[in-house]
């Protein structure tokens, strides 16, 4: 007598939570992303064979743009209780006579590089447009009679003296620009600070 044979049933797998979790996922990442906030002036950066990373929290950011100009980023470092980039704007306010509101001292410590002199900041501070406020982007004032990108790095190292700093030059800048600002840092006591390039990969050659 013939076996009776049970009918083969190929496997189900039912997708639908693993595409309601995705769809989870995706929502988080959206809503809980922060972009990095646009740079003052493009800078195309030389290339170099150096693989250090630039710290993300805890640093200044001097750049000089190919025209010379130069922009300043700085963050609020790592105790969150505490605002720096608000109590330096605070410190440049004493110094020129300004005003800003809270609603301003806040924005500015939310807000990245800026590039202007210190009278021009509460007007870019209330300028919604985005192409609007880069018409004020002339550039930090660096020259003898009014340097005050020398006094933006004091107040920065005298709120956060931990602060990592690094200079971000292009390479279509005068080298006599990025020279002025390391004698900026020099006069403010920082002999250590970081040039940031692009990663170039060199492949190793075997010998013939």
Known sequence: MPKIKAPVRT??????????????LLTFFMLTTSFRPQEAT?????????EKVSPDKNVIIILVGKDNKVFLNFDNGLDT????RKEVLKKMAEQYQLTFTEKELKT???WASFG?????????????????????Q???????????????VRFIRLQNPNAEVAIKGDADADFKAVKHVMDILQDNQV???????????EEAKLEE
């Open 11 to 24: 496997p189900h797998i039912d997708m639908t939570p693993m595409v309601d979790l995705f769809a989870l």
């Open 42 to 50: 493009v800078i195309d950066t030389p290339n170099s064979i150096s």
């Open 81 to 84: 209780s505490v605002l720096i």
């Open 108 to 110: 500015f410590s939310t």
């Open 116 to 136: 202007m002199p210190a009278d021009k900041l509460k007007a870019w501070l209330n300028t919604e447009d985005s192409k609007d406020r880069d018409k004020f």
């Open 138 to 152: 002339s550039g930090i004032p660096v020259d003898s009679t009014d340097n005050q990108l020398n006094l933006w």
């Open 191 to 201: 002999n250590k600070f970081n040039l940031t390039t692009n990663l170039q990969k």
